[in-house]
């Protein structure tokens, strides 16, 4: 992805990404071009896509910032959260993301998607996820002295399979890979397996 020098107008730049955003929900980012994001803007002259972002990709980029920060700040809000981090109940939160899919589904979708594709958007992604597991780890370690964790495994280590294991979960989902049927079996399974391997807890259990 190349980077340009922008000298384009606030407005403009941000009709571009309303476009894009309106486009994202109803197709992949990897079926978008920048024709179809003018279209849907308004707007006809490739110059001024160009005046604003040096690609699709870097208008991607763009977009999903603040959507990846409220995605984080609902993220952290769970962690910190111990009635919820280490009960079924976190079920019911996971379920906001993974099956009723949140205001940033469509965003959040193609996020998981592309990570890996977007060198500069890779580096942002990893970032957030370490960020993430950096304070799950500190919950973890938490509820270890308080004699509520049962692995043996680092609390770095417990927290960073959790969440990149739903993290590929997630993606295995969406591409319909063998064995992950559904969203919400996808989720009940993510769930139960981190709360009986870290915590020792039956989500099922009466």
């Given at each position: 992805m190349t980077t340009k020098t922008k000298n384009g107008n606030p407005q403009t730049r941000q009709a571009i990404l309303d476009a894009l955003e309106r486009t994202l929900e109803n197709r992949p980012l990897g079926e978008i071009a920048v024709t179809d994001i003018l279209a849907e803007a308004g707007l006809s002259s490739r110059t001024t896509f160009?005046?604003?972002?040096?690609?699709?990709?870097?208008?991607?980029?763009?977009?999903?910032?603040?959507?990846?920060?409220?995605?984080?700040?609902?993220?952290?809000?769970?962690?910190?959260?111990?009635?919820?981090?280490?009960?079924?109940?976190?079920?019911?939160?996971?379920?906001?993301w993974m099956v009723r899919g949140g205001r940033h589904w469509?965003?959040?979708r193609n996020m998981l998607l592309e990570w890996p594709r977007i060198p500069e958007f890779r580096?942002?992604?990893?970032?957030?996820?370490?960020?993430?597991?950096?304070?799950?780890?500190?919950?973890?370690?938490?509820?270890?002295?308080?004699?509520?964790?049962?692995t043996a495994a680092p609390s770095s280590t417990a927290a960073s399979m959790a969440l990149w294991s739903a993290e590929r979960a997630m993606h295995a989902t969406m591409v319909g890979a063998y064995g992950f049927a559904s969203s919400a079996a996808t989720a009940d399974a993510l769930v139960a397996q981190h709360l009986a391997l870290v915590y020792g807890v039956n989500p099922t259990a009466k």
């Open positions: 160009y005046q604003h972002f040096g690609g699709r990709d870097e208008a991607f980029v763009a977009l999903v910032g603040r959507a990846l920060n409220e995605i984080g700040n609902e993220v952290t809000a769970v962690i910190h959260d111990a009635s919820v981090r280490r009960t079924p109940l976190l079920r019911k939160a996971v379920d906001r469509h965003l959040a580096e942002i992604f990893v970032a957030f996820m370490t960020g993430l597991s950096e304070q799950l780890a500190a919950a973890i370690d938490e509820d270890r002295r308080a004699g509520l964790v049962v």
